[in-house]
């Protein structure tokens, strides 16, 4: 049993006692999530191996646009949007239709996986919700594959995009259940849970994951991956905090989001929900600098730089990091 192996014993011992199909027991996990920093090169050498049987050497680039910003009455401790932050950001209910079909386009013309949108709040009315559905029915029109990070949709909501044609929502877990309270208090963790639920039984692809670095233990960080094993969504992100002036984390001591801990994190990810589309999200620039080629050993999906600003300096910079590491990235758009 892996919980039973000491740190000091041999790496074969480690990583030729798991299956190819790993289903960790949460002592397991966290015996790895706890490796010390010199064994970081075994765990990459077996979460490698599982990247390359389920996702070869493809790594796919996504796009994100903010479709509503700002305003949100829920109190997410980390998030710049919220009405708990003070945070200078522009904020708007909805994004000029020229931007949001630019960067469809440019999606669809850079053969990138995927456009996604983010949207502010956690309730919507059917009337946005049509509005949001007219929309996604224009871009559906070039052949992208389209997701959606949005708050707490109604089944009737859900279907109206699905109807138009959106192919997956991304509803983030964000912490473990027993630490969520710390982070917000305006909704809970089990209505996330429940609503992910809904959405794959109405057949949506989900896209779910976390934000590491917000005060969370260790174990918390295990506890959410069991979750999100449970759950087994398409694609898994994970964030890396990145503290935001006028936000309650604002002052956040990242100094434990070592290069190092921050791979063990990902591969730990990609062991325990092998056949993900494991993400590093947010962080990425700042936690992964020079250090790509390994980055993208486990993870097999990353925004394109620039976020909700790309421009095509972004995108050929992130090509090329993904040409430079031995990777090539994916074209699934049409
Ligand atoms: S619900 Fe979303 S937009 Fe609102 S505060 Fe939380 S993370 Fe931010």
Known sequence: MLSEIQSNEPANEL??????????????????????????????????????????????????????????????????????????????????????????????????????????????????????????????????????????????????????????????????????????????????????HMLQRLGFEICSGGIIGMGESREDVVDMLLDLREINPEALPINFLIPIPGTPLADTDTSALTPAYCLKVLCLARLMVPKADIRCAAGREIYFKGREKELLTVVNSIFASGYLTADGQGISDTLQMITDAGFTYEIESD
């Open 15 to 196: 990583f030729f006692s798991i299956g190819d199909e790993p289903a960790l027991s949460r002592d397991e996990a966290v015996a790895l999530i706890n490796l010390p920093d010199d064994r970081v090169d075994e765990l990459l050498l077996r979460a490698g191996a599982l990247r390359k049987k389920y996702k070869g050497d493809r790594v796919g680039i996504h796009l994100l646009t903010n479709v509503r910003s700002g305003n949100c009455s829920q109190n997410c401790a980390y998030c710049a949007q919220s009405c708990r932050s003070s945070a200078d950001i522009e904020t708007y209910r909805w994004v000029a239709e020229d931007k949001l079909y630019q960067d469809n386009s440019f999606v669809h013309d850079n053969h990138l996986s995927m456009h996604c949108m983010g949207l502010s709040g956690m309730k919507f009315s059917d009337e946005e919700i049509e509005k949001l559905a007219e929309r996604i029915r224009v871009m559906k029109a070039e052949g992208t594959h389209l997701c959606c990070s949005i708050g707490f949709l109604t089944e009737k909501q859900a279907l109206m995009l699905k109807e138009a044609g959106l192919d997956r929502i991304n509803h983030n877990l964000n912490s473990s259940r027993s630490y969520y309270p710390n982070i917000c208090t305006t909704h809970t963790y089990e209505q996330r849970v429940e609503n992910i």
